[in-house]
């Protein structure tokens, strides 16, 4: 009889075991699944607890943030928190108020950028992107016959003025390099390719410090280290074109950054370079070399906006070994209202002043070829400067207006140029611009090449620009 019942449960069980076995592997996966959910619980709550964190850094440190520093992380990095505990300001940390760091906080690595530590499969170690900026310009037939618009030899024409492609990001928890490679055209029909820019930033030396170290654009003035396609207008300012050239300071050098222990921001930078710069410098040796300098602050109003303040210099031999020197001073203010994600009113300027050394020719009064008055060595000094200001009273439509008044370095004489002009944004990666500029010069006889006459210019301008992939920060 018990063999009985024993035969009758096998048998009863044989048909169960294949829904048994499913039972056991559906719990498992259930398990597999709850541990699934509490991994991501606790990124969750990491995640949580990292944004309180950003979100208290915020709200304690002051908006000095804004002004930092050219290389800045890319868009989509998270700041991370200095050892000390203080805020990154730009791209250094601002070390403990009370007084210099200690040889354990020297010693202990900093990383500037938390993604480092999330690298893995599928994730790429730098940033990329293209930029492009084309530009259509409509003048007088005398002025281009003489070459003397604003984009000369490029009169009447449509041409793309800079495609950029961008390799920038970190190296290391160290250090971080960016690479610039741009194409546009300098003379009519011709595409030329050049390097922009290719540095190294050691991002976590002593004493709230860095240095970038390659070719790069120099943090001089207010926008000479922003590409042509970030600037506030369409063209350069005249005085930049005059005393800089059309490229502006592209040097090859050093720069070191300083954010020294204060109880308000402010950012000192010095650099030494080549001084290959033709139009101003131009002795391109570094042990001549040309030296830079300049110190920026920021102040902000809470509901009445922020200012940021900008003193600079430039020093360096010509090629002749003349010492040639230019400072400046700039200012940019911002007005947002609150609850807007973009500044309703923007105002900004800049003021250069220029000593030039320069060897008069000899002078035969009597023309007997007897110099009466020899050649001396003298200096010129020249000054010159550009304002302007933007109303948006709408996020993807923005109205400005910009004066530019300049003494010409090489020579007597002066222009000024007033230029309107309206920006429609349809996002963030694309814009288009529209302006008129109307400039007026002192003399004729500068600007008359193959007998045109360019002493009164009028311009339409039109530029299209767009960003294709990642684009880093700029200052504010």
């Keep these: 009889m018990r063999a009985l019942v024993w035969i009758s449960l096998l048998c009863l069980s044989l048909p169960l075991a294949p829904f048994a076995a499913a039972a056991q592997d559906k719990d498992e996966e259930i398990a597999a699944l709850r541990r699934e959910l509490e991994n991501m619980r606790k990124t969750m709550s990491t995640l949580a607890e990292r944004l309180q964190t950003l979100e208290g850094q915020s709200s304690a440190a002051p908006r000095a943030a804004a002004p930092a520093p050219a290389p800045a992380a890319a868009p989509t990095t998270p700041a991370a928190q200095a050892p000390s505990g203080q805020p990154y300001v730009g791209d250094v940390a601002q070390g403990p108020p009370g007084g210099a760091p200690s040889l354990t906080d020297l010693a202990r690595p900093r990383?500037?950028?938390?993604?480092?530590r999330q690298r893995g499969a599928g994730q790429l170690l730098f940033d990329m992107g293209i930029t492009g900026d084309f530009i259509a310009n409509l003048t007088q037939r005398n002025v281009d016959k003489a070459n003397a618009g604003t984009f000369d030899g490029r009169e009447n024409r449509f041409f793309?003025?800079?495609?950029?492609?961008?390799?920038?990001?970190?190296?290391?928890?160290?250090?971080?390099?960016?690479v610039r490679i741009e194409?546009?055209?300098?003379?009519?029909?011709?595409?030329?390719?050049?390097?922009a820019e290719a540095n190294l930033t050691l991002m976590t030396l002593p004493f709230n410090t860095q240095l970038k170290l390659g070719q790069m654009r120099n943090r001089f003035g207010l926008l000479n280290e922003i590409h042509e396609h970030d600037r506030p207008q369409i063209d350069t300012p005249n005085v930049l074109v005059r005393f800089l050239g059309d490229e502006g300071l592209v040097e090859r050098g050093a720069e070191a950054v300083w954010l020294p222990p204060l109880?308000?921001?402010?950012?000192?930078?010095?650099?030494?370079?080549?001084?290959?710069?033709?139009?101003?410098?131009?002795?391109?040796?570094?042990?001549?070399?040309?030296?830079?300098?300049?110190?920026?602050t920021f102040f902000d109003f809470d509901e009445w906006g922020a200012v940021q303040l900008g003193a600079s210099v430039a020093s360096g031999p010509t090629p002749d070994r003349h010492q040639t020197t230019i400072v400046g001073v700039d200012a940019k203010y911002k007005y947002k209202p609150e609850n807007w994600l973009h500044p309703l009113i923007t105002v900004g300027g800049e003021w250069l002043y220029l000593w030039k050394p320069?060897?008069?020719e000899g002078v035969d009064d009597n023309g007997d070829g007897i110099i009466d008055h020899p050649a001396e060595k003298r200096t010129r000094n020249k000054s010159g400067w550009y304002a302007w200001v933007d109303v948006q009273p709408w996020r993807r439509w923005l109205f400005g207006v910009r004066y530019d008044w300049t003494e010409f370095p090489d020579a007597r004489g002066r222009e000024w140029a007033i230029g309107p002009y309206v920006a429609f944004m349809p996002s963030e990666f694309l814009r288009f611009r529209l302006g008129y500029k109307h400039t007026e010069r002192d003399k004729r006889d500068l600007f008359g090449d193959n007998g045109g006459s360019a002493r009164i210019v009028d311009e339409i301008l039109l530029q299209a620009t767009f960003i294709l992939g990642a684009h880093p920060a700029h200052p504010f």
């Design 183 to 195: 194409a546009g055209e300098e003379d009519p029909g011709e595409i030329t390719l050049h390097l």
């Design 111 to 116: 990383e500037p950028f938390a993604l480092y």
């Design 160 to 178: 793309p003025r800079e495609i950029e492609a961008s390799f920038f990001g970190q190296i290391d928890p160290y250090a971080r390099a960016e």
């Design 263 to 296: 109880p308000f921001y402010l950012q000192v930078i010095g650099g030494v370079f080549n001084g290959d710069n033709e139009t101003i410098f131009g002795r391109g040796k570094l042990n001549e070399p040309l030296v830079t300098g300049r110190i920026r």
């Design 358 to 360: 320069f060897i008069t």
